[in-house]
């Protein structure tokens, strides 16, 4: 293998079918998996195997359950902030460098762990990280064990598409339920269906401020007016659902699209989490619609007017967005640039955008076009796998079964692409240059080291790479991985192999 501009890269390797449908569709092979003399046909008979709530996610907490969790620890906090304002000022002020908790001296240490609000909120960010890493867990292990990873991989693809990330100390244990609730039962369905279930979901309201949004010259924000304070419209998930979820950027919409798109949403909120005391009342999580909070009037978007109120208007909206042309393309060169490269074949994209749009954006009909594409089976490797595709293909490659909570979440973040945490709405790039630096390829060979460690010499890599790689496998690879003087050593070339580091 050669290293070239921090990459590996293949020398004169051609890969076979069976190879790229375990590795370039599916998220690598498991000891005893064959595609058989039908790869293709292999593939889309995943799509009766998958299981939408497999059990390692079907055992963990709902966003209601977390919802409620929210919910108690922010009227607590209102409880005692309250208490706290009415209460006699401390003897001593804490200086401002302590609050932000940078540079506490063991005083204010001990103020910090008696004050109930700072008690409070320790243990809700606590309660966020322990759902955080068990969702974490249970999506590695259902990826790592499922007898239908290709669609796994879709999994993982539509939920960097309505990325969420786990940043505020609200979102951290909400952020995999997005995924769980909103992408995994609608994977399989019609695009629409999957954009209602996201952006009504209480992890996409509550990251995107939806949930504080208020319509102007709704009765809210003129009873707000009236007090002298300010009605909010948030533009955020608007603004991203147009840019990221459905038309994408450059499409034709405009400033004006987005903020008439913003007043349709306002209303739209989360019970037990939403503005308001109705809403704060509701059963914590699920979607709820706030009459007081929604602007008035017909709204007019992309050209179009909109006089549906209430709820029905924002749904509408969506509705034209699922299966709007422009929509249709972005998905495409989106899912063609996962597939077959960095930079897509446009007749690929061409193809997709076509099936998209004949069937009403119905997503198996996509994947089936993108099955049958030539363009996706091209013998040289057409992506750089992304740290995530590595660890899973490699654990699935070493039959791993069980999952320690905290392991995957500490190697990700080892690996520079921390689970559900991309930092922005537009979720981890999708192109090698973002994660293939040579530092980033150091950190997997120090990974891969491990792995063969705790295999504990019980797998034979000249074997194993044979079967995960068929009729794929370089001579060159092959000879490195005989010559290994130990098979921890064989399993660990294996590993960082050019066969194993693309696909």
Known sequence: MTAIAGTLVIEGHAVADASIALNRFGLGGRPGEDPGA???AWLLAQL???APRPPAIATLPSSGTIAAELSDYLQELRMLRREQATAPMPAEPVAMQDMAGSAMTEPVRRRDRSDPVAQARRESRQQGRDHYGAAVSARALTAVTSPASFVERLVH?????FAVSADKMTMIGLAGTL???AVRPHVLGKFGDMLHAVERHPAMLVYLDQAQSVGPNSVAGLAAGQRGGKAGLNENLAREIMELHTLGVRSGYSQADVTEFARAMTGWTVAGLGRGKAVRRGEPGG????PRLHEPGART?????WAQQGEGQAAAVLDMLAVHPATARHVATKLARHFAGDEPPATLVGTLETAFLRSGGDLPTVYRALVEAPECWSAAPAKFKSPWEWTISAMRGLGTQQMPQQSIQGLMTQLGQPVWRPGSPAGWDDVAATWAGPDA???RVEAAERMAQRTRDTVDARARAAELFPAALSNS???AIARAESPGQGVALMLVAPEFMRR
């Open 477 to 479: 690879t092959a000879q």
């Open 157 to 161: 693809f539509w939920a960097n598409h």
């Open 301 to 305: 978007i992309l050209g179009k007017s």
């Open 179 to 181: 995924e769980f609730e």
């Open 441 to 443: 390829v150091m950190r």
């Open 38 to 40: 039908n790869p293709r």
């Open 287 to 290: 979607f709820a619609f706030a």
């Open 48 to 50: 009766d195997k998958y």
